[in-house]
């Protein structure tokens, strides 16, 4: 028997390099392996939609990051093979360097080292690494952190395992730390929402009470409050995150404001005064608190008016931390006078493109009343017999002045066949004018559910300031990724902040946004990722134009891959129509509390009373499908679905001639495919729109990019055997057999079929086992290269 011979490269791998050369290097720089990180992933993975699945692209892996200390990484390290120059590897240095905040990026083949310094701009060759201290040195003398801090801000954070801190959360943390550590009174941090801002305020806080920081320089651990405005947002942290402090840490005001404590966790509401009452925090002296952590700063804590200024206003002694997911807008100028530009900010598009956030399609649903409006007969009366006065009822007017029940009935229909043919048991959030129409909305879908609200009562609940102890035993349960039940809460303002719903894969607008900042917390309500329970990204149902209007905000970051349009009929089935536009972007603050509209009589802007009408009679019709991606410069574009991908397609093949050449390689054609699905253009999703099932991926492809006329793949097949007889004549009838029935399964589900696993697959696999099989071509590498070449023949005709 022969022996077969293996041959071993001499050329160097880049693994070769770093072993043999860097490391070395660094190492004589005084780089001590407690130093070096190695070969690390610092992202996810940028998740791209296909159609309705999703994929993960790969990670951006760093191969050294060089820390100063435990904590605090101060440059990054791209290692190239041998054979390759160090300056092919210095912009991709540079791009991980910005991303990881750091000052200084090198590149090297194991022979050459380049350093880039950014606190310069200089490139240079050089003939070793510096050490730690003159790195650590030379950042000093730009970004100085004072000598007498240095310690206890180079100290680790507390370490969690389970659950290390993110690249952005480190740099977050560090700049945080500096900062209180030389006095700066107020700061700000901008972490966009399903980021961990809690994980943030707790190492922060943590390092500032473990290293016995405090204003005044005593001996002692310093006085914490972590403030909010909603519950759940200082219960839940300081249940879970902050349970390490133990008896440390106490609840406001289950507990009282008790001085032995050290970590305070309250609600403005429970220390806040008013006309009737005097604030609990006044109990406390002025200098009481070191730190106040303010999460959700955004909420009104800044505001010059608010009564919750006056708790930061009264101890101005403190060092004053705000933590916001919104950038500056109009609707929140108050929180970055009050608190200073940030720190640092990790914005929605960042996370996305990392893959720490979900990405999310829109879908623009249009009622035929929010489309033309509704004017009501003359002398028409409503429910209660009041006559509606004459004129034009929009979007704005909708639940506020007037209650259309057969509105919210289409739009109930729409939504339970968007949730029967996606998923029935997805966790939705349904965002409502007021609490009666989120009780409204929540009534007619469980009508239109019974046969799922008789097994489960709770299928779909109101989550709202009313409901009390009940709602907000609901939505621990919604909440609970392990809790099925409730599928569909319905809400107004209550959840647009401060939930934190991870299999949250629907959000649902049917009320109008017109606040930037309100509408980037609703869409963070689903920005989390959940891959053990198959959330990747999620969908944006907008039935008000709010979403669709707000992402045309040039300022407006973290784009959708995909925004489709339908109007659909009374029953809230879809119907066609034509493609639309999204309006242009207007600023109109609107932001608000919880709305209490539960009569018939609203107040009106000036002190006139302003009656609220109610139909529940009439029809409306839900009245076109489009496309709004993002172009090579960022912008979002509206275009059909077959449009883009034709622009696609032909950006990477301008001719078809080019186009066939590549397919007729099988690397390139593997490479072509996963391109078009890095571009989110799915196949299957191209054959459903194109009504071209039955036809080969390459006639598809041709058929959508360059009007060419298809083939089915029966005709591919039909030709193969009529124009290559040879390819078949030259094997017995057996395997001329097995190479008919690998032709029908192509014929039937496509290209995908015709590989060498195939002969598992009824009928094939009845031609006999596996190696009888193979046997028939001559054995198993025979068999690989007779699959390859009816890959290859099928396409003889487009050379």
Not at 151 to 165: D, G, Q
Not at 267 to 293: C, H, M, W
């Amino acid at each position: 028997m022969e022996n077969k011979i293996i041959h071993i490269s001499e050329i160097e791998s880049e693994a070769d390099t770093c072993r043999k050369e860097v490391l070395p290097k660094l190492y004589e720089s005084k780089w001590t392996d407690d130093l070096i990180l190695e070969q690390r992933t610092f992202t996810a993975g940028k998740i791209i939609v296909i159609g309705r699945k999703a994929k993960r692209q790969k990670a951006k892996r760093f191969d050294y990051l060089l820390r100063y200390s435990q904590n605090f990484p101060i440059a990054v390290v791209e290692a190239k093979k041998k054979y390759k120059s160090a300056a092919d590897g210095m912009q991709q240095a540079k791009d991980y360097a910005q991303i990881l905040g750091l000052k200084f990026a090198f590149s090297t083949n194991g022979n050459e080292i380049l350093e880039f310094d950014f606190l310069t701009g200089l490139e240079t060759k050089i003939r070793q690494f510096p050490t730690p201290k003159e790195l650590w040195e030379r950042l000093n003398k730009i970004d100085p952190v004072n000598p007498d801090v240095e310690e206890i801000f180079l100290k680790p954070f507390y370490p969690i395992p389970s659950k290390p801190e993110r690249y952005y959360q480190q740099i977050a943390i560090n700049r945080a730390v500096k900062a209180i550590l030389e006095k700066k009174k107020r700061a700000l941090l901008t972490l966009a929402t399903g980021t961990g801002k809690t994980t943030v305020a707790f190492q922060i806080i943590y390092k500032l009470w473990n290293n016995r920081w405090n204003t005044k320089g005593e001996y002692r651990r310093p006085k914490i409050l972590f403030l909010a405005d909603r519950s759940i947002l200082v219960t839940d942290p300081h249940a879970k995150d902050f349970a390490i402090f133990g008896d440390a840490r106490c609840l406001v005001p289950e507990e009282g404001l008790p001085s032995s404590r050290e970590v305070y966790f309250s609600t403005y509401q429970s220390i806040a005064e008013d006309s009737n009452r005097v604030g609990a925090f006044r109990k406390l002296p002025r200098d009481f608190f070191d730190l106040i952590v303010i999460d959700e700063c955004h909420r009104g804590s800044a505001s010059e008016e608010s009564n919750w200024r006056t708790i930061l206003n009264y101890f101005n002694t403190s060092v004053q931390l705000g933590l916001t997911a919104t950038p500056l807008r109009d609707d929140n100028k108050d929180t970055y006078a009050y608190f200073g530009n940030p720190l640092y900010v990790y914005s929605l598009k960042q996370g996305i493109d990392d893959g720490f956030l979900a990405p999310y399609l829109v879908h623009r649903v249009v009622t035929e009343t929010d489309a033309t409006g509704f004017r009501p007969e003359d002398g028409q009366l409503d429910d209660n017999g009041v006559l509606i006065p004459d004129g034009i009822y929009g979007t704005p007017d909708f639940e506020n002045t007037l209650s259309y029940l057969p509105r919210t009935k289409a739009v109930v229909n729409h939504l339970c066949n968007f949730m029967i043919k996606h998923g029935r048991f997805d966790k939705t959030i349904v965002f409502c004018v007021n609490q009666e129409h989120a009780d409204q909305f929540r009534r007619e879908i469980s009508n239109i559910n019974l046969d799922l609200v008789q097994q489960y009562p709770d299928y779909a609940v109101r989550i709202v300031s009313e409901e009390g102890d009940i709602g907000k035993g609901h939505l621990s349960s919604f909440m609970d990724i392990d809790e099925p039940i409730p599928v569909i809460v319905t809400t107004s303002r209550l959840l647009s902040t401060g939930v934190d719903v991870p299999t949250c894969k629907n959000i649902v607008v049917f009320r109008t946004i017109n606040s930037m900042t309100e509408f980037k917390q609703i869409v963070g309500r689903g920005t989390r990722v959940r891959e053990d329970k198959e959330k990747l990204f999620f969908t944006i149902l907008d039935y008000t134009g709010s979403a669709t209007r707000n992402f045309a905000d040039p300022d407006f970051d973290g784009e959708p891959p995909l925004i489709t349009e339908d109007e659909i009929d009374n029953e809230g089935n879809i119907i066609d129509g034509d493609e639309w536009v999204p309006e242009p972007y207007i600023v109109d603050n609107q932001d608000g509390e919880e709305d209490q509209f539960t009569s018939e009589v609203l107040p009106n802007e000036g002190n006139e009373i302003r009656r609220k009408y109610y139909l529940s009679e009439g029809s409306v019709s839900i009245i076109a499908e489009t496309v709004q991606i993002l172009d090579a410069n960022g912008k979002l574009r509206t275009i059909q679905f077959t449009q883009y991908a034709r622009e696609q397609i032909t950006t990477l093949f301008p001719s078809i001639n080019d186009f066939r050449n590549k397919w007729n390689d099988l690397t390139e054609r593997e490479y072509i495919l996963e391109e078009l699905e890095n571009q989110g253009i799915s196949i299957d999703q191209l054959m459903d729109i194109t009504k071209q099932s039955d036809i080969d991926s390459f006639d598809l492809l041709c058929f959508v990019a360059f009007d060419l006329k298809p083939l089915s793949r029966k005709q591919r097949a039909d030709l193969l055997k009529k124009n290559k007889p040879d390819f078949f004549a030259n094997h017995s009838e057996k395997a001329r057999a097995i190479l008919n029935l690998i032709l029908e399964k192509y014929v039937e589900y496509g290209l995908g079929q015709i590989r060498p696993d195939i002969i598992s697959v009824e009928p094939i696999s009845q031609q006999g086992n596996q190696l009888e099989i193979v046997s028939e071509f001559g054995g198993i590498d025979e068999f690989k290269k007779v699959i390859e070449d009816l890959q290859t023949l099928l396409y003889a005709d487009v050379a």
